[in-house]
């Protein structure tokens, strides 16, 4: 699980609406029952807005 602090969202939003996407790389814990961390990951999470994505999947589709 990983959670966004209203803060991250707004940054998230201003920079969709800037650069049209963005990518966050969050960082999460696998914990065993007592808490202990066994191994650690980074997820990135890709965003943009809907209009630019589907350009950006056409434009890909039509370089292949």
Do not use: C
């Amino acid at each position: 699980e990983f959670i966004f602090s209203s803060a991250e969202i707004l940054a998230i939003k201003k920079s969709v609406a800037e650069d049209h996407e963005t990518e966050i790389v969050k960082t999460l814990n696998l914990v065993n029952g007592k808490q202990n961390i066994i191994a650690t990951f980074n997820k990135t999470v890709y965003v943009a807005d809907k209009s630019f994505y589907k350009e950006k999947l056409n434009a890909r589709k039509s370089n292949n």
